[in-house]
């Protein structure tokens, strides 16, 4: 690994236009939320199919959120799927968030589907057990923005957060990748006018206003920096198992 950590993001989705000129695009947003790793971070914009050159161009890779499905039919989707199964054979770690907790699952023969239990808005609590000693048995409370679930494990992935909403809320891939379904990367200025732009079209107000309501006690979005970093940066990567 370089002197300082590079990190490469994968952008698959951006903000709405209306909220364009007020916030960030999503690799922003990340490094954002990232800032504590101390690192460099380069952007790819995947969804326009601009893709790295190497899956060893950078020392960790992070997939964004998107408002595409998984399973839509895109030309830059089953090429991400290759460069995640790319990076995978070379041993660079990977961080997944919503659509790249999905996409990564689906790359490895997972099931991703259109879940007949709604959407999921607001902060939501999942019972975590990290491997190892990373604070297992902890509740990982994060912003949840979707309504696509991962419904089957690829082979090797192991359940590492759950609730009764989202069975499989967060995914580990020993030596390799760690995702959630959950946007730790969001602020709740954003996440409260992305939830006001979208009421009334693709979820009713009443929904909208109750995710609004959750907002009154923090999340545990910085907790999850030093879960990554433990789980994806300070293990032998390529010898993991």
Known sequence: MSEKLSIGVL????????????????????????????????????????????????????????????????????????????????????????????????????????????WGLGLHDYQAEWPGSQASGSTMTLSAFHQDQVVSLPQGAERVATSEFCENAALYYPGFALTVQGHPEFSEPYLRDLADLRAGQIFTHAEAEAAAASYTRADTASDLVGILKALLLERDIKEAP
């Open 11 to 118: 952008e698959t989705g951006r903000p709405p236009d209306e909220l364009a000129n007020n916030y960030a695009d999503y690799p922003a947003m990340v490094a954002d939320w990232l800032a504590a790793l101390d690192a460099n971070f380069t952007s790819y914009a995947v969804l326009d199919n601009a893709f790295p050159s190497s899956a060893t161009d950078h020392d960790l890779w992070v997939i964004t959120g998107s408002r595409f499905g998984a399973y839509e039919n895109h030309a830059w989707i089953p090429a991400l799927e290759a460069f995640i199964r790319s990076c995978r054979d070379a041993g660079r770690p990977m961080f997944g968030i919503c659509f790249g907790h999905q996409i990564i699952a689906q790359a490895l023969g997972g099931e991703v589907v259109k879940s007949d239990k709604g």
